[in-house]
């Protein structure tokens, strides 16, 4: 399979790991900073209809109860950095599965014939479209930082920008 984009995730569970949550993602960052592996590309449901083509990265966290961290969230932008060069990807390549979440939305009410948000790009710009890409409406992941809250595409812009000052480091 070929790695065509990261997705970044929130656990929305604890700051450090679950065994669900191992088996969930490739990578995941706990609340201290350390990375833990999960299972391989393709191995795993992160983002629906997008499992063969992504590699999927989480924070431990992200609950009001479990508000992701600053060592987190650094280690996160930097480990992210790390795996697009591997890949040979640009930090355009990186999206929050909420970005994903509101694509999948537009592509929907634009297959309704319904007005959406032209501003962005709507999941079909990305891949072809497979019915589990609904899945992903709703998600909130990454939306709430500890130095930027906002919406899905707000945090994605910022945390490209954390991405772009890791990759000129490495
Ligand atoms: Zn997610």
């Given amino acids: 399979m070929k790695i ?16 669900l949550d191992l ?14 592996s999960g299972l391989a590309p393709g191995c795993t449901s992160s983002t629906g209809g997008m499992n063969s083509v992504t590699y999927n990265i989480a924070c431990c966290g992200g609950l009001l109860s479990s508000a992701l961290t600053k060592n987190q969230t650094e280690k996160f932008y ?19 599965h909420a970005e994903i979440g509101e694509m999948c939305r537009g592509y929907r009410l634009k297959q ?13 710009d990305l891949l072809p479209y497979n019915q589990w890409l609904y899945q992903n409406i709703g998600k909130i992941d990454l939306t709430r ?18 991405i772009v000052w890791y990759l000129k480091k490495l």
């Fill in 4 to 19: 065509k984009y990261i997705i970044g995730h929130w656990t929305a569970g604890n700051l450090k790991p679950s065994g």
């Fill in 23 to 36: 088996k969930s993602y490739q990578l995941l960052v706990d609340g201290e900073g350390c990375v833990h």
């Fill in 78 to 96: 930097m480990i992210c950095a790390k795996k697009l060069k591997e890949y040979g990807l640009s930090a355009f390549s990186f999206y929050t």
């Fill in 112 to 124: 309704q014939g319904k007005s959406y948000d032209t501003k962005h790009q709507i999941i079909t």
């Fill in 145 to 162: 930082l500890p130095d930027f809250r906002g919406n899905a595409f707000e945090t994605g812009d910022f945390i490209r920008t954390k």
